[in-house]
């Protein structure tokens, strides 16, 4: 597997294949990744863009990661900004690059895949901070939640309800730019 740099149009042409390592990762159905769908395409056009895939030999999308700057306006800045104070607010939303999406195909899951992604859009992001949200778990059996943790990625906001989804989620952000390894680096999963 092959880890590449995307541009918007990358993303835009990989549409179909990148909802549905979505789909797969996150178990949604079919009818939520339409949804997802017109989201992804309009975030593909948002300012400090950034995205990264890993393919197969094959040329097949085994995940991909993406994010941008988080800015007023953006729903998910917005419903984040409302929950912080204001010293939280300065210092995580100033300057920030959001990680909108981060995902494996489910049989690419456990060889590293997720790390080199994130590790790949971390070094490319623009901001003095990145946040990301992630579903509430048990922290010792999620390999997102060990991924994160590895990566020195800290709570900013635990059991956080996003209109719409009666899942819990997690805020969890860090500096940037991002040290030559993770933070506690055994070897990488994901």
Request: net charge positive; aromatic share 10%.
């Amino acid at each position: 597997m092959r880890l590449v740099p995307w541009q918007p149009e990358d993303l835009l042409r990989r549409l179909d294949d990148v909802v549905s390592v979505y789909g797969e990762a996150m178990g949604y159905r079919s009818e939520l990744l339409q949804t997802r769908r017109g989201y992804i395409g309009a975030h593909a056009r948002r300012r400090g863009f950034r995205a990264v895939a890993t393919l197969t030999t094959e040329g097949s999308l085994a995940g991909f990661g993406y994010g941008y700057r988080s800015g007023p306006g953006q729903w998910w800045h917005d419903q984040v900004r409302s929950a912080l104070d204001e010293d939280d607010r300065r210092h995580w939303l100033t300057d920030c690059f959001e990680v909108v999406e981060l995902h494996v195909r489910p049989a690419a899951q456990g060889h590293g895949v997720g790390a080199r992604q994130l590790r790949a859009l971390l070094a490319m992001a623009d901001g003095r901070t990145v946040l990301l949200s992630t579903p509430e778990a048990d922290e010792e059996r999620s390999r997102a939640w060990r991924l994160y943790r590895r990566f020195g990625f800290v709570d900013v906001l635990r059991d956080f309800l996003f209109p719409g989804d009666e899942r819990a989620f997690a805020i969890l952000g860090r500096e940037l730019p991002l040290a030559e390894r993770p933070v506690n680096a055994r070897r990488d999963a994901g």
